[in-house]
């Protein structure tokens, strides 16, 4: 197990870039002397069942991986044993510490498909043994835990980060900067953003006055390590398979789920950084457990630069949309949205997705990797001669990551980029959490109108035991 000297004496060593005690920090440099694109990453994937199984598959179809360890907390699920007998030679882990103690000099990078409860200590450690990170989104749960990961990924700065908002691959982000340096895309003052499907917990009781009752443990599952540093809750399967993402304590609900596929570019291309207001102008259904039935967030972002500032608002719930502007048309949904439990994303008046609006041009998008149009369309046709040509992405998502540990390309999503959006997510969070308004000063990293708010930035004490994630 991994105890706070070693853990503390690995993450000395993996900066130092040496290669001791079983901790392989190989350095982007040699690793790209060594080898060539041809030469596969030796990969480790914690949390292999449900999403994790997705991207399990997606990393299989680039050719580019040597699968060399499987871990999950319920290594014993039918979802989790698909996946084993699939890869017969990887090593398989129940706890994720033991698995980089014991083969930290066999794998090359980690891919994360975990809660999002899980994912901060679980990429922290990976870094400090100098390992390759790519992580589900959202990156973390709390602002403090982004700040860390980020503060990580310079610390150890030979190792590769990713997280998996793919689209950021895909042709909206080729196209938005297209259209940003052709002066096509300029002086947004306005974005809507919206995710009105159905979630997990729209059919529950929001007078729900405490925790769900014990349940017996599935004899096959680690729950007490499910908890990582969260304090502890007692088993309920309300928690379990990506029931998780409904509760404050453990999930980012509908905003951390979908923000990033929403926002992601949105949030680079304009360089927005963090708000300065975030005001929960509509919370249905709020409750001191679980996600409102519906939100519409408005966070205020400040001038930057020759840009001017600028208003996001969220909504989601399936009865809070946003008002459609004049010409809108039909409502577009990309079709490489991934399945979830919770189903297929069915086509409604309007599907997930952001209209923008600036000071000249509305435009209009879906989420993911769906690019942007102009309208109305009488406008789409008048600009149709002025577009620039989009690039094609030289490699998806996937394969921009392991070219990125070849030292072959850099990754377009890395902690440095996206870490900002996810802490604009844990504000939004925040602010649903307390329903009240929060003024938040970027040069201090503080709220400073409520201290219950500000003190939810890094969140609760971890339990004990985890304390040694959160230094760097």
């Not at 996946?83 to 980089?100: L, S």
């Not at 909206?172 to 259209?179: D, R, S, V």
């Not at 620039?388 to 850099?410: D, I, R, T, W, Y």
């Amino acid at each position: 197990m991994q105890t706070r000297r070693n853990f503390l004496k690995t993450a000395a060593l993996a900066s130092a870039g040496l290669a001791v005690s079983g901790v392989n920090a190989m350095s982007g440099q040699s690793y790209n002397r060594i080898v060539g694109s041809s030469r596969k990453i030796n990969i480790a994937y914690v949390g292999i069942g449900n999403r994790g199984e997705q991207i399990i598959g997606d990393f299989e179809k680039t050719g580019m991986v040597n699968v060399v360890a499987l871990c999950d907390i319920d290594m014993g699920a039918k979802h989790t044993q698909k996946v084993t007998a699939k890869y017969p030679k990887a090593k398989q882990f129940q706890d994720f510490r033991q698995m980089f103690d014991k083969m930290g000099n066999q794998i090359e990078a980690v891919a994360i498909a975990t809660p999002d409860h899980s994912h901060f200590p679980i990429c922290m450690m990976a870094m400090a043994y100098g390992k390759h990170v790519f992580v589900e989104k959202p990156m973390a749960r709390t602002f403090l835990e982004a700040d860390l990961m980020m503060q990580a990924a310079r610390k150890y700065s030979k190792v590769v980060t990713q997280v998996g908002n793919q689209g950021h691959s895909e042709a909206n982000y080729f196209q938005f900067k297209a259209w940003q340096d052709a002066g096509i895309i300029k002086d947004i003052t306005a974005v809507a953003a919206h995710m009105n499907n159905p979630r997990r917990w729209h059919t529950w009781d929001v007078n729900m006055y405490k925790y769900p009752d014990a349940e017996p443990i599935p004899p096959t599952l680690d729950w007490i390590n499910w908890n990582c540093a969260v304090p502890y809750h007692e088993y309920n399967k309300k928690y379990h398979y990506g029931e998780w993402r409904s509760w404050f304590d453990y999930g980012m609900g509908a905003m951390g789920d979908w923000g990033a596929h929403i926002l992601d570019t949105v949030h680079e291309f304009l360089e927005l950084g963090l708000p300065y207001e975030i005001n929960p102008v509509k919370l249905t259904g709020h409750n001191d457990f679980f996600y409102p039935m519906s939100s519409t967030i408005l966070f205020k972002f400040g001038p930057r630069g020759e840009m001017p500032a600028c208003d996001v608002t969220w909504y989601d719930g399936v009865d809070n949309l946003p008002p459609l502007p004049e010409g809108y048309g039909e409502s577009a949904i990309d079709p490489n949205i991934p399945a979830s439990s919770v189903g297929e994303i069915k086509k409604q008046k309007i599907n997930p997705g952001k209209i923008i609006y600036g000071k000249e041009l509305t435009f209009k998008g879906a989420s993911h990797g769906s690019t942007l149009s102009i309208i109305p369309e009488s406008k789409a046709k008048e600009m149709a001669s002025r577009l620039p040509e989009v690039p094609k992405s030289p490699s998806n998502h996937f394969e921009n990551f392991l070219l990125a540990c070849q030292g072959l390309e850099k990754t377009r999503s890395p902690f440095e980029i996206h870490g900002p959006l996810s802490q604009v997510f844990s504000l939004g969070v925040i602010a649903q959490r307390l329903n009240r308004k929060l003024y938040f000063d970027s040069r201090t990293n503080q709220i400073t109108n409520d201290k219950f708010a500000n003190a939810m930035l890094a969140g609760l004490p971890p339990r004990k035991g985890w304390e040694d994630f959160y230094i760097v």
